[in-house]
């Protein structure tokens, strides 16, 4: 895996759609962003948080039908914790939190399944799959202390979901902001914004904050959807992928023995 002493962390560089086929990525995270712009303007008003982000979002509420059985998943989990990767071991690329205060399981990306990672958490990926459009599902796991700059996604059209599994004892301490509106998490109090606007993310206690993450397509009208449909596609096929598919996959043992994947919807 990647170290902190490489050079090529955090920094832009190129977009692989085949082995030799590459395009450079800044102009084009920069392209998806003014889209942004235009796409902003057919989803529902976002950032919400608790009952109002449930009532925009009902089919949302299969996690907290799960919630038990998830935290259980997650105690289970993080018995193997220094097995865990950070963001930047799976993508360089990405943000960087030093060291490796900042870790991510991966239980789907772009469409693809993680099968090795999710047999070790069965029973939040059954809750998942109950959920249509999901693309890409993570644990995120925040050491006490870090923080992960303002910053934007690219993936214009993406809605993302947050559910809060483990919050620190003094919750106003570990917050997001989002787009100017702050935030502190609650343990099943779910929380949905537009990953295109700049957040940014400060954990101000010694405790870990544990949220489940989820990116799912939004309803798009024609042609937009031609633009949000091709860039996915993209993505989901490039040799980049690929890789970051592989680095993601860490293989903690199934939980309880269990091997057999649930059936995605």
């Known amino acids: 895996m990647e170290t902190d002493a490489n050079p090529n962390i955090g920094h832009k560089g190129r977009l692989y759609l085949t082995k030799n086929i590459w395009v450079p990525q800044e102009p084009v995270e920069k392209f998806n962003l003014a889209m942004s712009e235009v796409i902003l303007r057919r989803l529902p008003k976002l950032p919400l948080g608790g009952a109002e982000a449930l009532e925009v979002f009902p089919v949302l509420g299969e996690l907290k039908k799960s ?24 993508h360089p690329r990405d943000l960087f939190v030093a060291g490796r205060a900042w870790r991510t399981f991966l ?26 459009g999901v693309h890409s599902a993570l644990f995120s796991i925040l ?42 998490w609650e343990e099943g109090v779910p929380l949905v ?23 799912f397509n939004a309803e798009m009208p024609f042609p937009v959807n031609l633009y949000t449909e091709f860039r996915y596609q993209l993505i989901r096929h490039s040799a980049e ?6 680095r993601a996959a860490i293989g903690v043992p199934p939980r309880n023995g269990q091997v057999e994947l649930p059936k995605a919807a």
């Not at 239980?107 to 998942?128: F, M, Q, R, S």
């Open 143 to 184: 050491a006490g202390g870090a923080e992960i700059v303002p910053h934007r996604g690219s993936a214009a059209g993406v809605i993302r979901f947050h559910y809060p599994l483990i919050v620190p004892t003094e919750p106003e301490k570990c917050w997001i902001e989002i787009g100017g509106y702050h935030f502190s």
């Open 241 to 246: 992928l690929k890789v970051v598919r592989e």
């Open 193 to 215: 914004f537009d990953d295109t606007r700049e957040h940014w993310v400060k954990n101000e206690t010694n405790e870990t904050r544990v949220v489940l993450i989820i990116d």
């Open 107 to 132: 239980l789907k990306i772009w469409g693809h399944e993680i099968k090795e990672n999710i047999a070790a958490v069965p029973d939040t990926y059954e809750a998942i799959s109950r959920i249509p």
């Open 67 to 90: 919630h038990d059985k998830i935290k259980a998943d997650l105690q289970y989990l993080l018995s193997h914790h220094e097995e865990i990767p950070a963001l930047h071991e799976v």
